[in-house]
T-cell receptor, first 113, second 114 residues
């Protein structure tokens, strides 16, 4: 079945450092890929998505590129801020199946001033 | 702005009590979901519903039931709460079935069972 593997956290960075959170997936077809973010005390919200190979999703300075050859969708940001501290979830949704999204376990990011 | 509202943000219940978690969406979405979130385990799907009065089991339905009598409302029921059901519960909805559909989540209900 489908699966999503994320790097374990927490990831701890200083403000203005570069961020990469790795995400790889296993799917039988051609999934859509998502990054959701959960700020403290809140539910998840969509950060960015990509629907086909080589697409790049971007939002709030974050980017992720759909790499079919490596089945990856790594999240990157060039300069993190304290306000980026949150839990980040990688997810996929596969057409032709049930479309029920499959989530990774989440990666906690802590950014220090 | 589309909204998913979970009526109770924090609940404390005793073992054996019946617990209702309510979720309402105002977007006319067809599909609604209940997830459980635990540290280190991510999100696990309990139940989902693709239409009024329709429900499907997710990955961990044991100990839970659901009700969807109206399109906008999806309730999660713990018939007899147990301490291992202490968790954060997240409700979500989507418009229809398409791979790129985005889930809209509520803020969550944190349940503690004593």
């Amino acid at each position: 079945g489908d699966s999503v593997t994320q790097m374990e956290g927490p990831v701890t960075l200083s403000e203005e450092a570069c961020l990469t959170i790795n995400c790889t997936y296993t799917a039988t077809g051609y999934p859509s890929l998502f990054w959701y973010v959960q700020y403290p005390g809140e539910g998840l919200q969509l950060l960015l998505k990509a629907t086909k190979a080589d697409d790049k999703g971007s939002n709030k300075g974050f980017e992720a590129t759909y790499r079919k050859e490596t089945t990856s969708f790594h999240l990157e940001k060039g300069s993190v801020q304290v306000s980026d501290s949150a839990v980040y979830f990688c997810a996929l949704s596969e057409p032709g199946g049930s479309y029920i999204p499959t989530f990774g376990r989440g990666t906690s990011l802590i950014v220090h001033p | 702005d589309v909204k998913v509202t979970q009526s109770s943000r924090y609940l404390v219940k005793r073992t054996g009590e019946k617990v209702f978690l309510e979720c309402v969406q105002d977007m006319d979405h067809e599909n609604m979901f209940w997830y459980r979130q635990d540290p280190g385990l991510g999100l696990r799907l309990i139940y989902f519903s693709y239409d009024v009065k329709m429900k499907e089991k997710g990955d961990i339905p044991e100990g839970y039931s659901v009700s969807r009598e109206k399109k906008e409302r999806f309730s999660l029921i713990l018939e007899s709460a147990s301490t291992n059901q202490t968790s954060m519960y997240l409700c979500a909805s989507t418009l229809g079935w398409a791979g790129a559909n985005v889930l809209t989540f509520g803020a969550g209900s944190r349940l503690t069972v004593l």
